[in-house]
């Protein structure tokens, strides 16, 4: 699908490892704080990158269609 392919492009690792966890496998977000032994803020922070990304390859991809 286009948000794997859009996944697939976050080059950090962590990020990429927490966005996995949180959203395509369908963790809630204490889960994922548990998970991973960091902070609220630092998944939050990490978790909005990722989302950023995939959202940034997006705008990317229409404006080349």
């Not at 977000?29 to 548990?34: A, K, L, N, Q, S």
Request: net charge negative.
């Amino acid at each position: 699908t286009k948000i794997e392919r859009a996944y697939n492009l976050i080059i950090e690792q962590d990020v990429k490892d927490i966005i996995a966890f949180r959203y395509m496998e369908g963790h809630d977000r204490y889960e994922t704080i548990c998970k991973f032994d960091l902070c609220e803020r630092s998944i939050d922070r990490k978790v909005y990158e990722g989302v950023e990304s995939i959202a940034n390859t997006f705008k990317l991809w229409e404006g080349i269609h």
